[in-house]
């Protein structure tokens, strides 16, 4: 279970990519608001107005005489000064202030740096105390100067901003609560592109028609268009593949058919062992031409009728099984091989009757080519979950668990068989299972013998 999750965590996707970049976007706005925030605070703007500094100097100059009283109105100016910042949780950006009065300090603001002096009346000044950048501005009015002394320089602002989480606490609340936000409007806003991707899902290998669904967006407007100017141009090659494959093979059945009937002519007029010899050797082969060509004419109509569309409703399974099984019982008395049905109850499936027939023709034939005289093959049908569940088992050679998947493949052969084919025969099945939405396995036969194939085919409803 976790090791599904993490895979699907580790899988990107596009709702994560624009979730990324809503959240990377929102972080650079936010940057940009504290950059703008940092350029106003450290311009030579003074948070301390001249009104204040007027203010100060009228104070001190009007108590001078009570030195007691002149400390405590100064204090409580610069408490109110510093109250704004304190509520605003930033004390270390409050100003600090130091009134000389005939050049005598009579005031100095807590944690204020000594030894400042300004560069003269109503200018501004960066200064360094300790490393620490500090503006200065001074203004006096006859015995009395008033400085004010802020934090200094752009760097030291943001750490002092930071230091109390007004940068990234903003982002940390913000983010969780703007992803459920975001996540939902992209999921609204892609659900065109879903509806594309399902109807696409739920095509099959053969369905090659244009997409039903015309989103008005632009942009899906666009792919939808392009995947069916190429899904018509796949049709179309295709259409041609299957054009000239059934052309052909009905081409060669003529000649195919005209040799075999003149050299069974021949062979009735030859007296020689070795003409017969020879005759035996073309009619085998003309034999197996004709199989080849009749096996691709199979595979054509297999795939024509895949993507033909809706399937007929019931084809009696079992009956069927007996009616082929019986035109081959020939085939199987001259190999001396014994047929068996094992078939109990009455099965029915949707399909095309043709191309169930080639399926069951296949696989037995198959079969009875590949067993051994004297051996059997064994035909069984049941039902099972909703299935219905064909064997073919015979007791020939087998086939290799590592070929199971590749001789499906179009004139692909295992290796070492001494019996002659086209290696068409297993593709046609699978194209035929395929068709009827069912599956198709391999298996080793009883035993370890032989080979067994199992069809599986879902039932016609009741």
């Known amino acids: 279970m976790m090791g599904r999750l993490w895979a699907m965590l580790r899988r990107p996707t596009l709702v994560r990519r624009l979730m990324m970049a809503q959240m990377l976007m929102l972080t650079v706005l936010w940057s940009l608001a ?11 703007a003074s948070n301390v107005t001249r009104g204040v500094l007027h203010a100060i100097i009228s104070v001190a100059d009007n108590l001078a005489d009570q030195p007691v009283r002149q400390e405590q109105s100064l204090r409580a100016i610069d408490e109110a000064l510093r109250e704004e910042f304190e509520m605003g949780k930033v004390p270390e950006l409050a100003p600090r202030i130091l009134v000389w009065r005939e050049g005598k300090l009579v005031y100095k603001s807590p944690n204020a740096p000594s030894g400042i002096r300004s560069a003269g009346p109503e200018q501004m000044e960066v200064v360094y105390v300790k490393g620490q950048a500090w503006r200065s ?19 030291q602002f943001f ?21 459920v936000p975001a996540w939902l409007s992209i999921r609204l806003a892609m659900r065109p592109w879903r509806k594309v991707a399902q109807e696409v899902a739920a095509r099959g290998p053969q369905d090659l028609r244009p997409l039903t669904f015309k989103p008005p967006h632009g942009e899906l407007a666009a792919l939808v268009d392009n995947i069916n100017a190429l899904l018509q141009r796949v049709d179309a090659s295709a259409a041609r593949e299957r054009s000239f494959i059934a052309d052909a093979t009905h081409e060669l059945r003529t000649p195919l058919a005209a040799m075999r009937v003149n050299v069974e002519a021949l062979q009735g007029q030859a007296h ?24 691709l004419l199979q595979l054509t109509r297999s795939e024509v009728q895949a ?11 079992d009956t069927l099984l007996q009616d082929r099984l019986a035109a081959l019982s020939g085939l199987a008395q001259a190999g001396d091989i014994e047929l068996e049905l094992q078939a109990s109850v ?27 005289r004297g051996s ?19 007791q020939g050679p087998g086939i290799a668990p590592a070929l199971y998947e590749r001789v499906f493949d179009r004139f692909f052969r295992a290796p070492q068989q001494a019996q002659p084919g086209s290696g068409l025969g297993l593709s046609i099945v699978a194209s035929v299972v ?23 085919l879902p039932l016609a409803e009741a």
């Open 346 to 372: 009455s099965l029915s499936v949707p399909g095309q009757r043709e191309s169930l027939v080639s399926l069951i023709d296949n696989l037995v034939e198959n079969a009875i080519k590949y067993s051994p």
């Open 34 to 44: 504290v950059a703008y925030v940092l350029f106003e605070g450290t311009s030579e």
């Open 434 to 456: 395929q068709q009827h939405g069912g599956t198709i396995q391999l298996h080793r036969g009883n035993g370890g013998l032989g080979l067994l194939v199992e069809v599986r």
């Open 137 to 155: 501005r001074s203004l006096a009015e006859g015995a009395t100067r008033v400085t004010v002394l802020e934090v200094g320089g752009a760097w």
């Open 307 to 317: 993507g033909g569309g809706e399937l007929p409703r019931r084809q009696a399974l």
């Open 159 to 179: 750490i002092t901003i930071n230091s109390r989480g007004y940068y990234l606490l903003p982002l940390l609340i913000s983010l969780p609560f703007l992803l």
């Open 376 to 394: 059997s093959v064994t035909v069984s049908l049941h039902a099972e979950r909703g299935q219905a569940v064909l064997h073919v088992a015979d």
């Open 272 to 295: 020689d062992a070795r003409q017969q010899e020879l005759l035996d050797g073309i009619l085998n082969s003309g034999n197996r031409a004709a199989r080849l060509v009749g096996q």
